[in-house]
Structures are given as C-alpha cells and as structure tokens.
Nanobody, 127 residues
Framework: QVQLVESGGGSVQAGRSLRLSCARS????????MAWFPHVPGKQREAVAA????????YYADSVKGRFTISRDKAINTLYLQMDTLAPEDTALYYC????????????????????WGQGTQVTVSS
C-alpha cells in the first residue's frame, strides 16, 4: 500500500521561508508525477507546483512562480516544496499528491490526474 506523509509545516511571519517534505512508502509500478496542493476550507484544491518523475521538469501556478520551488530526491522517494517570501494568502493545509500517468496531460496542475494523496501539513503565515 502506498502512503504519502507530509511534514515541515508551521507558523511563520510574512517574508519568511518554509520547506515542506513528502515521504512516499510502498511500491508503484511507475515512479509517479507529483504535485503540491494547498487547500483552504471552502475553496477548491488547486495545485501550485508539479514535477516530472525524473525531477527534470517542473510546473508552477502563476501565484507562486519565483517564490516556490518543487524538487524530489528519487533515492529516498521524497518530494519537497521550498517556499520563500511567504505571504498570508499562502496559509493553507498543504497536500502532496501523486499520479502514475505515463505522460503529462495538457495541464500538469490538473487535480483530476492525481490519485494518491497525503494527509496534509498546515502552513500559517501571519502579517
């Protein structure tokens, strides 16, 4: 059984940084494409960053370009999200998610392709 476990969340002031981690356990027939989804109650869960199985290609939502960096360590099956220059609007429960598609769809940030989910880690940014 595949599990994703996020960590690294916390409470910080605006302008500071956090680094989220997502550790995967269990085997898959294909290394998954991965993404990070912040979720605020009452709003739709939308990806802010996605990364290819090799780690060579990444995609970002406009809201985080230049501030967030997604990466992965294939040797230890761990995904990261480096979050810099945090703002109060980044406050959310951050989920990591995986997709075992062979190829990217038109939109790599499309939530519908991700079918493996973690439990989330809370990020709170105060002004």
């Amino acid at each position: 059984q595949v599990q994703l476990v996020e960590s690294g969340g916390g409470s910080v002031q605006a302008g500071r940084s956090l680094r989220l981690s997502c550790a995967r356990s269990g085997s898959l027939y294909r290394r998954p494409r991965m993404a990070w989804f912040p979720h605020v109650p009452g709003k739709q869960r939308e990806a802010v960053a996605a990364i290819s199985p090799s780690g060579e290609t990444s995609y970002y939502a406009d809201s985080v370009k230049g501030r967030f960096t997604i990466s992965r360590d294939k040797a230890i099956n761990t995904l990261y999200l480096q979050m810099d220059t945090l703002a109060p609007e980044d406050t959310a429960l951050y989920y990591c998610a995986g997709a075992t598609l062979e190829y990217w769809p038109t939109d790599p940030l499309d939530r519908s392709i991700y079918h493996i989910w973690g439990q989330g880690t809370q990020v709170t940014v105060s002004s």
